[in-house]
């Protein structure tokens, strides 16, 4: 006798977690993406639907701020995970540890509207990294590193804030790979740089491309930072959608660079998935 | 291939803890001893020290006669098994195995066959593109000791290599691992806190306690001729007590204790201050007729407390005095609970420890 599959009432228990971040999620790209179609509109209520908006938000400026948003994100999480393993590994064997961690993660707790502060009256015209180097005849002139077009205080301040952050994941995934297998590895021959490169960074790697992947979302979207130490243009693209929808009172294609925004988002997010996956196969096959 | 491997007076400690308080002894190239101790007896460390995980604070540890304290790990040509395997998670069999040829340069073109070979030796064969998380505890087992063959090391070293495997199993391993030992001729060194599995496995047994080496001996006299208190009570169950020399007749030592007076025929006794009466459960004869009681053992008469049916053994604990004796006798015996009890120990059963 076949019997019947019973539903299991147990599932019912994940709809305040599911539920409530499904609700959200669906209700915030309906929003974004209806609004970009001239579909809603929270302000006067009138809704026509209209392409003119996704015609228009394709322009140089548009791509400008991609691109330089994209080339800050990228060089901000690859500096900051080259600085951030190297000091993990440091750390671990460090013995002042127990201190120097807490004293490295303080940037990750300070908002970043004020770390953004803080750097950008370092580095100003005549902040103190400027007056300093004239004043040891490094420099003639002060540099220009805040609102260069290069988005160099931007950078800076993205890996002052993000290295942190890399440094909670990156301090644990090393910490975590087992005492006995590097005894394992040096008993079998292996010296510190070759247990290095065998077991600890095959063992960590996922942990690093997960730091990268959630540094280069975390850049990619940021306002607070660009918006005080990033260059007039191009702008980064939180800017450029804030500018369209407040100073030109756009909305619609403010609505437009949300959803490409979240798009670029996602595709990275695959992207990298992807590449992990690829990445930890392809360690354990030949590593 | 395979060393000599000289310990001299090594000592380190922990902080305040002396973790080994000055350890020597000395095993002939080819032989496979045990460390056997009760936890935080200082064993796991001295294998750590030969290893050349831990330095030690003081003396020296030898291979063929050369000091090795200042060879890294990674240079000392040792190969361990680790308790809880330490296979590389992200490696296949095959690789796991290889690791070590790789580390040690050896040539490309040999690699395969002495992976295969040492694969087919611990009965692995077939299994070279699995990931370790695929494979039971006792084939984990066999591909950690894998890997250590493979390389050809001049030491073999296991630190506690069974603990986590049923007890069929560990029984089964053990006999592979003492049978690939001798077919390599490695010095081995063996780390456990199981008497038994020591008892089985080891040419010589080196039992320690709180730093210090207890006695070294092959498992034979370690069990029957035990040096001290502790060892005959650590290396199987021992009924002791303290006891004092009375005289001497050729043979026999004359002993007294409070459960009287014990005949001892014991010519490896060291000293006479001290000391202890001390002999196994399974010695202890019932006796049926205690008219007739059987001629050249020590009578030990007491209440049983407990008839505790093994299966295999019937385990009586006998009260005499302030004192418990353990007998191990035959299952067929009915011996009940609450009745008096004579049971005798052969003169030659009985032996003088330290202690």
Redesign the interface.
């Known amino acids: 006798m076949k019997k019947r599959k019973k539903f299991d009432w147990g599932y019912l228990l994940l709809i305040p977690g599911i539920g409530y971040i499904g609700f959200f999620v669906i209700i915030s790209a309906y929003v974004m993406i209806s609004q970009s179609f001239g579909l809603y509109n929270a302000i006067t209520g009138e809704v026509a639907f209209t392409l003119e908006s996704w015609k228009n938000v394709l322009d140089k400026s548009f791509f400008d701020s991609l691109w330089f948003t994209l080339q800050i994100s990228i060089v901000v999480s690859l500096v900051s995970i080259a600085i951030t393993y190297p000091l993990a590994l440091l750390l671990q064997k460090s013995k002042a540890r127990k201190w120097l961690l807490p004293l490295i993660k303080i940037p990750y707790f300070i908002p970043g509207l004020v770390g953004s502060f803080l750097i950008v009256n370092l580095i100003d015209y005549h902040g103190l990294l400027n007056e300093v180097l004239i004043l040891l005849k490094i420099i003639k002139e002060p540099m220009r590193l805040r609102n260069d077009a290069n988005g160099i205080a931007v950078i800076i301040i993205h890996i002052w804030k993000n290295v942190p952050f890399m440094m909670i994941i990156m301090f644990s995934a090393i910490e975590g790979v ?1 005492q ?2 590097k ?9 510190s740089l ?1 247990v290095l490169w ?2 600890t960074l ?2 960590t790697v996922s942990s690093a491309l997960v730091s990268v992947i959630l540094t280069f979302i975390r850049t990619f979207n940021d306002y607070a930072i660009s918006s005080t130490a990033g260059p007039m243009y191009p702008l980064s693209l939180s800017n450029l959608m804030k500018t369209t929808a407040y100073t030109y009172d756009d909305w619609t294609t403010a609505g437009c660079i949300g959803v490409l925004m979240t798009i670029v988002t996602v595709i990275f997010m695959v992207l990298y998935t992807i590449l992990g996956k690829y990445l ?1 196969q392809g ?5 | 291939m395979s060393i000599r491997l000289t310990v001299d007076n090594v000592k380190l400690s922990y902080g305040d803890f002396m973790a080994l308080k000055g350890v020597s002894f000395e095993i002939e190239s080819g032989k496979f001893v045990t460390l056997l101790g009760p936890s935080g007896c200082g064993k796991t460390t001295l294998l750590r020290c030969i290893a050349g995980f831990l330095d030690p604070d003081e003396g020296n540890i030898l291979f063929d006669g050369k000091r090795v304290n200042d060879v890294p790990p990674h240079k000392r040509n040792t190969a361990m098994c680790f308790q809880s395997y330490a296979l590389f998670p992200h490696k296949n069999i095959y690789e796991n195995i290889r690791f070590g040829l790789r580390m040690h340069k050896v040539p490309l073109s040999e690699h395969e066959a002495r992976i295969h070979e040492a694969m087919e030796m611990v009965g692995l064969t077939g299994m070279d593109n699995r990931k370790p998380y695929e494979l039971s505890g006792g084939q984990q087992q066999r591909v950690a000791l894998a890997r250590c063959v493979v390389v050809r090391p001049d030491l073999l070293l296991f630190d506690e290599p069974l603990s986590n495997l049923d007890a069929k199993l560990r029984e089964k391993v053990r006999v592979e691992i003492r049978d690939l030992q001798r077919k390599l001729g490695i010095t081995a060194i063996y780390v456990t806190h199981d008497q038994a599995e020591a008892l089985a496995i080891s040419d010589t047994i080196i039992a320690m306690n709180h730093g210090v080496i207890e006695q070294i001996d092959e498992p034979r006299r370690i069990y029957d001729k035990s040096a001290n208190r502790f060892v005959a009570d650590f290396i199987g169950t021992a009924n002791l007590v303290k006891g004092s020399f009375r005289e001497r007749d050729e043979l026999n030592l004359v002993v007294d204790s409070e459960n009287g007076t014990f005949i001892v025929q014991d010519d490896d006794y060291k000293e006479l201050d001290d000391i202890s009466v001390a002999w196994r459960p399974e010695d202890m004869v019932p006796v049926l007729d205690k008219e007739n009681p059987p001629a050249g053992c020590n009578l030990v008469t007491g209440i049983v407390r407990n008839s505790v049916y093994m299966g295999e053994r019937l385990d009586v604990f006998l009260s005499c005095g302030n004192n418990t004796f353990r007998a191990s006798v035959a299952r067929d015996y009915l011996i009940p609970e609450g009745t008096e009890f004579t049971f005798a120990v052969p003169f030659s059963k009985t032996r003088i420890v330290k202690g």
């Open positions: 087992r006995d297998i005894d394992c590895a040096r008993n079998l021959g292996a010296n070759k065998h077991i095959p063992l930890k360690g354990s096959k030949d590593a």
